[in-house]
T-cell receptor, first 115, second 114 residues
Framework: AQTVTQSQPEMSVQEAETVTLSCTYDTSESDYYLFWYKQPPSRQMILVIRQEAYKQQNATENRFSVNFQKAAKSFSLKISDSQLGDAAMYFCAYRRPQGAQKLVFGQGTRLTINP | EAQVTQNPRYLITVTGKKLTVTCSQNMNHEYMSWYRQDPGLGLRQIYYSMNVEVTDKGDVPEGYKVSRKEKRNFPLILESPSPNQTSLYFC?????????????FGDGTRLSIL
């Protein structure tokens, strides 16, 4: 079974600085999808960024980018120019390409932005 | 507006009193799923449905039931709730064929079982 691990329960960063959230996963499959979700205090699950395993290029979305290391099974999220609105719980998630579309989530990392 | 609607958003109840959390989506999605979120554990799948009348267990199905009589609705039923089912619950949906597209989540239901 696939597993996803986020080893940093909490992180903090100064406003305008850069922070990297770590995620590792375990799978025997070669094709899959990886996601980062943001959960602000409102509890909504908001998609931040996605990565397809067969694409070598790292995904980017404005201030958010990933460092996808397929061989190391690592999928870290970098947030540049951190803003107060980035404060949230962040979840890394894995999804298989075939079969049921279950998302396997990591434990989450709570990010605090210090003004 | 495309959305997944869960009700209620908050519920405090007592052990053994049957309850239903409703989930409805207006995007004609085939796939629907329920997750529960607990501190330190992330989100874990309870049940899922690939289409009408097709449901299956996820990773933590004990104590829950679901049904999929209509494509848009996927209610979560707790026949005899217990305190260990106190949690934050999310319903999600997506098209089955669009594997690179993210699932759409509802706004969550906070359940407290006393």
């Amino acid at each position: 079974a696939q597993t996803v691990t986020q080893s940093q329960p909490e992180m903090s960063v100064q406003e305008a600085e850069t922070v990297t959230l770590s995620c590792t996963y375990d799978t025997s499959e070669s094709d899959y999808y990886l996601f980062w979700y943001k959960q602000p205090p409102s509890r909504q699950m908001i998609l931040v960024i996605r990565q397809e395993a067969y694409k070598q290029q790292n995904a980017t979305e404005n201030r958010f980018s990933v460092n996808f290391q397929k061989a190391a099974k690592s999928f870290s999220l970098k947030i540049s120019d951190s803003q107060l609105g980035d404060a949230a719980m962040y979840f890394c998630a894995y999804r298989r390409p075939q079969g049921a579309q279950k998302l396997v989530f990591g434990q989450g990392t709570r990010l605090t932005i210090n003004p | 507006e495309a959305q997944v609607t869960q009700n209620p958003r908050y519920l405090i109840t007592v052990t053994g009193k049957k309850l239903t959390v409703t989930c409805s989506q207006n995007m004609n999605h085939e796939y629907m799923s329920w997750y529960r979120q607990d501190p330190g554990l992330g989100l874990r799948q309870i049940y899922y449905s690939m289409n009408v009348e097709v449901t299956d267990k996820g990773d933590v199905p004990e104590g829950y039931k679901v049904s999929r009589k209509e494509k848009r609705n996927f209610p979560l039923i707790l026949e005899s709730p217990s305190p260990n089912q106190t949690s934050l619950y999310f319903c999600a949906s997506s098209f089955h064929r669009d594997r690179d597209q993210p699932q759409h989540f509802g706004d969550g239901t906070r359940l407290s079982i006393l």
